[in-house]
């Protein structure tokens, strides 16, 4: 797998730092979770990871992670600015012990700024990356995408791009670097074509969200509802789509792309025109032609779609749906990982600790383990 032998410490914190932990796991790196309990129903992205539970308030607690971080290539940690530092346990410290280290700082608003001491999630990281204003539709108030923009999108991608990249340049230098991967960046650089593109006819001039071809402003580039209550996808924006969309829905030849009229018509013609069948009915009736219609899937048969049954975008891990690796490589592609046994003799060689050791850190509650050693 790409990143075998690569060894990644994440310290557990709300979704985006284990997801980018889960990203390297599938493709292929050793990833041991630092967290507070054992069992943390929040993290549902533990898969292919083991984990201990550390008091990183207590000095012995620090020193053995101080340790762990000699003998590891990547750190993960998601915690306001300073934290990491008052616990002993930032990058001016294990960065000095272990050169080679690459250290992820995975933040809302970064290592430095006005807002980065301070409290906020993915509505608010999306929100100051400028990119929230433009999500929505007309005369309508701004819509997030759930928590994919800043969260996964801007934060878990972009700091495991950050990862690979640093431990590329690694082969070269030898060193390894901080990775500061803060969501407002993120979310702002993955949309960089949103922010590039605005001399483009498709934005109107008063740059109105929901007003433009592909944000809702467009009758052929939309979502709309079927007679079983189910919902098609229709992006029918280049000319030869946009005929063949009109012949399979018998509209009006004359009606066209382009002017107000045609858009309130066509907008009205096409949410007529869906409700008369059903989604499957209109999935056929689109199936061998590129007009750009597809059905909207429902998550819970996304996997039973023919498309994504016949390439195995999906499997079950513990019996939960999940989406198999993405890119996929040719040599050596990722693969969606189980629950690995804890290997504690191994532990015990990356501690540097003796089994007395062991036991009397366990009964201090400093350390514990998901499965009882043999002392």
């Known amino acids: 797998m790409p990143l075998r032998g690569v060894k990644v410490l994440e310290f557990v914190g709300l979704a985006p730092g284990p997801l980018c932990g889960k990203i390297l796991a599938d493709f292929g790196a050793s990833v041991t979770r630092i967290d507070k309990v054992l069992d943390n129903p929040l993290d549902v992205l533990y898969h292919g990871k083991r984990t201990l539970a550390v008091d990183l308030k207590k000095a012995a607690g620090q020193r053995l992670v101080q340790q762990l971080a000699k003998k590891y290539d990547v750190i993960v940690e998601p915690f306001r600015p300073g934290v990491m530092e008052k616990l002993n346990l930032g990058p001016g410290q294990l960065c000095t012990d272990n050169p080679r280290l690459i250290y992820a700082r995975l933040t809302g608003f970064g290592q430095k700024g006005r807002l980065a001491a301070r409290a906020g999630h993915d509505l608010n990281y999306a929100a100051v990356s400028g990119v929230l204003s433009m999500l929505g539709r007309e005369h309508e108030k701004p819509t997030a995408p759930i928590n994919l923009l800043a ?24 060193l390894g670097q901080v990775v500061d991967a803060a969501m407002v960046d993120g979310a702002a650089y993955v949309a960089s074509w949103l922010f590039m593109s605005r001399g483009l006819s498709i934005w109107n001039q008063n740059q109105q969200r929901g007003a433009n071809l592909l944000d809702g402003g467009a009758y052929f580039y939309d979502t709309y509802k079927t007679k079983d209550g189910l919902f098609m996808s229709v ?21 066209s792309q382009y002017g107000e009229e045609h858009q309130i018509l066509g907008r009205q013609l096409l949410t007529d025109t869906f409700l008369t069948k059903s989604q499957a009915e209109w999935s056929a ?30 499997e079950r891990v513990d019996d939960i749906l999940a989406p198999r690796p993405a890119p996929r490589l040719s040599r050596t592609p990722g693969k969606l990982r189980r629950n690995v046994q804890m290997d504690v003799q191994s532990l015990l060689d990356e501690l540097d600790i003796k089994p007395e050791q062991l036991r009397r850190l366990q009964e201090d509650g400093v350390l514990s383990l998901p499965i009882k050693p043999k002392l």
């Open 151 to 174: 969260d996964f999108a801007g934060g878990s991608v972009m700091c495991a791009l950050g990862i690979c990249v640093a431990l590329l340049e690694r082969h070269r230098s030898g």
């Open 235 to 255: 992006a029918a924006l280049e000319p030869q789509f946009f005929e063949l969309l009109k012949d399979r829905l018998q509209l009006p030849q004359e009606l």
């Open 285 to 314: 009736i689109f199936e061998d032609v590129d007009a750009c219609v597809y059905p909207v899937v429902d998550w819970q048969k996304v996997q039973e779609h023919g498309h994504n049954a016949e390439r195995q975008s999906f």
